[in-house]
């Protein structure tokens, strides 16, 4: 039996982990490598094995560094399952066509701007090779366990984090168990729910984004009230580029409660994301998978004007009225959020607020290390806005937390990979699993395979 990591090995994204137990091949998360311009060429390099060989996927939640590469797979012929929780199937519905739009806009922008070295730039997938891929997904409910086939059983256990995001637990023929952490959540937040601990692992693969930080221990809403209070008092726009699902909703529901008790002037609250807008909608559907109730659902998603059309979206950008707009991609690697940061940062009475982890190799990581200017469609953008970054919204578990979980392990995994961080933070996370723990962990390079016996 063997494992191979193909993705989310000494990076935070493109997470893919190919499973070979002899009788068949699974794919555990299938995801686009985003950031750093080495790592989204990768996208194109094509797939490093045999669709015919692969007998299933299972996708532990929606992110699209998780499940943004399945259009690839399905459109080089694969035509088997692919496993998820209901609320992550939901989820792709709405992500993966977006994905494959954004793409297909973003080619044609290059293609009639001309600042795309290919001629003509082409998306690696479009809109209706997502929605052709969406035939192969397979819900499966939390904690259900289902056999795969003879002797493999997997279990989809809640991971806070997102909508839906799960711990993959498997069972193999010879007894042992294999569990893949995905992106663990906060083990107390506000709106999602704790991960699921588990006591028992012959193998662990272990994700490691914040391996080594933590969280700030602040008020949210304090923070919040702050920048919100300030940027207005300067006839400033709040610009908050946020992840479509979990952190809008989030956002939204501090808000709601800072706006009902008079924390916060009064301004006009846009969600600039027909993505998020949609995630929104499926929050109040799948109360089970968070902590909010359908009062609370509704009462957040109720304080922002929905902004759907193209039109209505540039209508902002010359609407200098101080406003909060809540905008796709949380690390302002494309969307909607681009073209705001585009007409708002220049102006030093706006803000630019980010609400987590932002990779190397993205505007937010650039703009929030301090750039002074970001190069957006081909022009060099001047960051004068103030910039802010409230750490304490990341839906993912700090250093601290991932080991608060590992702790309740009755006895070390055979050995523990570590994935999905970038170097130092893995490293980090490494040598505290190692010192603190004891446990026999290491980092595995991409593309590696090792033997699981």
């Not at 998780?66 to 199937?89: C, Q």
Request: glycine share 8%.
């Amino acid at each position: 039996m063997t494992l191979r990591f193909l993705g989310a090995a000494g990076t935070v994204t493109g997470s893919k982990f190919l499973l070979n137990t002899g009788p068949s091949s699974w794919l555990v998360d299938c995801g686009l490598f985003q950031g750093l311009k080495a790592m989204r060429e990768k996208n194109w390099s094509g797939l490093e094995f045999d669709v015919a060989d692969l007998t299933g996927v299972l996708l532990t939640h929606a992110h699209i560094d998780h499940s943004g590469y399945i259009p690839v797979l399905a459109k080089s012929g694969y035509r088997g399952p692919v496993y998820a929780t209901d609320a992550t199937v939901d989820l792709c519905k709405i992500l993966l066509p977006d994905s494959g739009y954004l793409q297909e806009k973003d080619a044609d922008f290059a293609n009639r701007h001309g600042f795309s070295r290919h001629s003509p730039a082409e998306p690696l997938y479009t809109r209706k090779d997502a929605v052709d891929a969406l035939k192969l997904f397979r819900s499966i409910s939390f904690a259900k366990q289902t056999t795969l086939e003879t002797g493999l059983t997997a279990r989809f256990l809640p991971a806070g984090h997102i909508l839906g995001a799960s711990i993959i637990e498997l069972g193999l023929p010879n007894k042992q168990r294999i569990v893949f952490s995905g992106d663990l959540g906060r083990l107390q937040s506000d709106t999602m729910l704790s991960p699921t601990l588990i006591d028992h692992a012959d193998y662990l693969i272990i994700e490691s984004t914040y391996g080594d930080r933590k969280h700030q221990h602040v008020d949210i809403e304090v923070e919040l009230a702050a920048v919100i209070c300030e940027t207005a008092a300067r006839g400033g726009t709040i610009i908050v580029p946020a992840f479509a699902v979990g952190r809008t909703q989030s956002l939204l529901h501090h808000i709601e409660k800072l706006k009902r008790r008079g924390a916060i002037p009064d301004l006009p609250i846009f969600l600039d994301s027909p993505m998020a807008i949609n995630a929104s909608e499926l929050f109040c559907k799948h109360l089970d998978a968070h902590r909010l109730s359908d009062r609370e659902c509704r009462d957040a998603c109720g304080i922002a004007t929905y902004v759907r059309t193209t039109e209505d979206s540039k209508a902002l950008t010359t609407n200098r009225v101080p406003k909060i707009i809540i905008s796709a991609s949380g690390m302002a690697t494309g969307g909607r959020v681009v073209h705001h940061i585009k007409n708002f940062a220049s102006d030093p009475r706006n803000a630019i607020l980010f609400t987590g982890f932002q990779a190397a190799g993205t505007r937010g990581r650039s703009i929030v290390d301090g750039a002074i200017s970001v190069k957006i469609h081909g022009q060099n953008v001047p960051i004068r806005a103030s910039v802010h970054n409230i750490d304490a919204l990341s839906a993912h578990a700090d250093a601290d937390e991932i080991l608060a979980w590992l702790r309740n392990f009755r006895a070390p995994p055979r050995r523990t990979f570590i994935v999905h961080g970038e170097p130092n933070a893995s490293a980090a996370l490494q040598a505290r699993l190692s010192t603190e723990l004891g446990w026999n962990c290491v980092i595995p390079s991409l593309g590696e395979e090792v033997s699981l016996t």
